[in-house]
């Protein structure tokens, strides 16, 4: 069994997972990449999951999104059961009710920032909501960035239309795989704060998997893996209460 991780007190669950395993290979040859973790991501709360190399931090964000499929256990994305979902199904939820953000921007380089931030909403038939699109757009000081494509933005700028990309379908949950991985630290700061502020003035439920203790120090909650299992649960960690848990792990 994984040690508690400390659920928020909350008036709804964004996303749970419950004794999730994943197993790569079979046999002698087997992986056990979770080992049974159960977690809930109360709405409105900024959670960050670390580990070394090989934690299972990366595989249980996966799962948790629907973007890999777990091998026991059950997920579920607010009251939606993602467990068993037929593929079409679960392609449906990832597009309406997930929203994801990577290392790596994945814009479409032929797609203006306007037209980037607008694809989950095109892809699902949706009209967007001008004032919301405006509102987003302008809080990320994208606005007279719209119509250039990524090859013409900045790093961070490409970074905050994923941002606004992630959040304009208005998304139970937003998953972020490292997403300051490519960035300068100045520009890795204003992200971070952005991220926070979604979560703290927007309700905006938001987990990310970093391996940066700075970056974890922007969330509520600090949860680190070891072999596939939760083996501790921070608080408002700060950076020094971080890297602290993690020599711990190392040792």
Same mark, same amino acid.
């Given at each position: 069994?994984?040690?508690?991780?400390?659920?928020?007190?909350?008036?709804?669950?964004?996303?749970?997972?419950?004794?999730?395993?994943?197993?790569?290979?079979?046999?002698?040859?087997?992986?056990?990449?979770?080992?049974?973790?159960?977690?809930?991501?109360?709405?409105?709360?900024?959670?960050?999951?670390?580990?070394?190399?090989?934690?299972?931090?990366?595989?249980?964000?996966?799962?948790?999104?629907?973007?890999?499929?777990?091998?026991?256990?059950?997920?579920?994305?607010?009251?939606?059961?993602?467990?068993?979902?037929?593929?079409?199904?679960?392609?449906?939820?990832?597009?309406? =009710?997930? /929203?994801?953000?990577?290392? #790596?921007?994945? $814009?479409?380089?032929? +797609?203006?920032? &306007?037209?980037?931030? @607008?694809?989950?909403?095109?892809?699902?038939?949706?009209?967007?909501?001008?004032? =919301?699109? /405006?509102?987003?757009?302008? #809080?990320?000081? $994208?606005?007279?960035? +719209?119509?250039? &494509?990524?090859?013409? @933005?900045?790093?961070?700028?490409?970074?905050?239309?994923?941002?606004?990309?992630?959040?304009?379908?208005?998304?139970?949950?937003?998953?972020?795989?490292?997403?300051?991985?490519?960035?300068?630290?100045?520009?890795?700061?204003?992200?971070?704060?952005?991220?926070?502020?979604?979560?703290?003035?927007?309700?905006?439920?938001?987990?990310?998997?970093?391996?940066?203790?700075?970056?974890?120090?922007?969330?509520?909650?600090?949860?680190?893996?070891?072999?596939?299992?939760?083996?501790?649960?921070?608080?408002?960690?700060?950076?020094?209460?971080?890297?602290?848990?993690?020599?711990?792990?190392?040792?």
């Amino acid at each position: 069994m994984s040690a508690p991780a400390m659920t928020p007190t909350t008036t709804r669950v964004a996303a749970r997972g419950q004794d999730v395993t994943k197993i790569y290979g079979s046999g002698d040859t087997a992986v056990t990449a979770l080992d049974g973790v159960t977690v809930d991501f109360g709405t409105g709360t900024f959670t960050a999951i670390m580990g070394p190399s090989g934690s299972g931090k990366s595989t249980l964000m996966h799962c948790l999104a629907g973007l890999d499929t777990p091998t026991g256990g059950r997920i579920t994305i607010g009251d939606i059961e993602m467990t068993g979902l037929r593929d079409r199904d679960l392609t449906t939820v990832r597009r309406d =009710r997930i /929203g994801f953000v990577f290392q #790596s921007f994945n $814009l479409l380089p032929t +797609l203006t920032a &306007r037209q980037n931030v @607008l694809l989950p909403l095109d892809l699902a038939g949706r009209r967007a909501d001008a004032e =919301r699109f /405006g509102t987003l757009v302008d #809080s990320l000081g $994208l606005s007279d960035r +719209l119509d250039h &494509r990524p090859s013409e @933005l900045s790093g961070g700028q490409q970074q905050r239309v994923a941002i606004a990309r992630a959040l304009i379908t208005g998304p139970e949950v937003v998953f972020a795989d490292e997403p300051t991985g490519a960035l300068d630290s100045r520009t890795a700061a204003t992200l971070l704060g952005y991220l926070q502020h979604s979560c703290r003035e927007l309700g905006q439920t938001i987990v990310m998997v970093t391996h940066d203790p700075i970056a974890a120090s922007y969330a509520d909650r600090a949860l680190l893996l070891s072999d596939g299992r939760i083996t501790d649960a921070i608080a408002d960690p700060d950076t020094d209460a971080v890297l602290a848990a993690m020599k711990r792990l190392e040792a």
